[in-house]
């Protein structure tokens, strides 16, 4: 059961990793990568000299930062309040409708969010019929990091909401009814039994997202790149298709992805080093 999936991520994902060698050559598609110059570690240093780069990378790191904040957090707290209604068809309700934009594509999801704050959007046209000056919030670079996570949560919250309720129902009810014959109310309960039971789920997700703090998206920042400008959307990954991929750089574009992910490595095991000193077992546990 195993051995297609195996077979696939060889393919597919573990092969073509070898050709992260390209990051060390002037690379041609015409020579190929036996017959492209070696040149070491030229195209990193070009890269750590290059300014903006390090936008890029500050710009990325910005927005992980504000999104683990914001965003990570509110799946919790959406699992937390769904679990508590009653109801089974209200619950199902809600869950079905927070869980949909998760499918919505990148395109439809900026497009609405132009639809109802852009300049020509429902919160423009009702300041003007009001006489108040319109502004249009999909321009504006100073607020983009905001714009983006607002985007983010209206999307995939009801994806990390999924996960929290798959945890929460692991949880023994009997520690509820126990806690409650004990006298504990509604907030103890749940700061003693159900946060505790959400821990190993909650660092899991925080170190993988850690891992990931390199990576906020590629289609969600090009399709608004040109509305608020590079200064403020320039991200890793479109850094790597307009300075290497788009211009046939190649190597130089390999180097930038190397660098991301050699990163992310090294602060996943940086945060499952933490989780085992707090006595959580991580991505993996301890040999």
Do not use: C
């Not at 505790?196 to 789920?201: A, D, E, W």
């Amino acid at each position: 059961m195993v051995l297609p999936v195996v077979v696939l991520l060889g393919v597919f994902h573990y092969f073509p990793t070898l050709g992260n060698v390209i990051a060390f050559q002037d690379y041609s598609p015409y020579a190929g990568i036996r017959d492209s110059e070696f040149i070491g570690l030229a195209n990193f240093s070009r890269m750590f000299a290059e300014p903006a780069f390090w936008t890029a990378v500050l710009n990325t790191l910005s927005i992980t930062a504000v999104q683990l904040v914001f965003f990570f957090p509110i799946p919790i707290a959406l699992a937390l309040l769904l679990n508590s209604v009653l109801s089974v068809r209200l619950r199902t309700l809600i869950q079905g409708v927070v869980y949909l934009p998760h499918f919505f594509s990148w395109v439809l999801v900026v497009s609405l969010f132009q639809q109802m704050i852009g300049g020509a959007g429902l919160l423009a046209q009702s300041l003007r019929a009001n006489g108040y000056e319109a502004i249009d919030l999909m321009t504006k670079p100073h607020t983009f990091i905001l714009l983006v996570t607002a985007q983010s949560i209206w999307k995939d919250a009801g994806w990390g909401m999924i996960v929290f309720l798959a945890a929460l129902s692991t949880i023994n009810p009997a520690l509820y009814e126990a806690a409650a014959a004990d006298g504990a109310n509604r907030r103890r309960r749940l700061w003693h039994i159900t946060l505790p039971g959400l821990r190993p789920v909650i660092v899991l997700l925080l170190i993988l997202r850690l891992g990931d703090a390199l990576t906020v998206g590629f289609e969600q920042f090009i399709l608004q790149r040109s509305a608020v400008g590079g200064n403020a959307a320039e991200v890793l990954d479109t850094y790597v298709y307009y300075q290497g991929l788009l211009v046939g750089d190649f190597g130089y574009g390999a180097a930038a992805g190397l660098f991301k992910g050699v990163v992310g490595l090294v602060l996943v095991l940086v945060a499952n080093r933490f989780a085992h000193l707090v006595g959580e077992q991580g991505v993996y546990s301890r040999s």
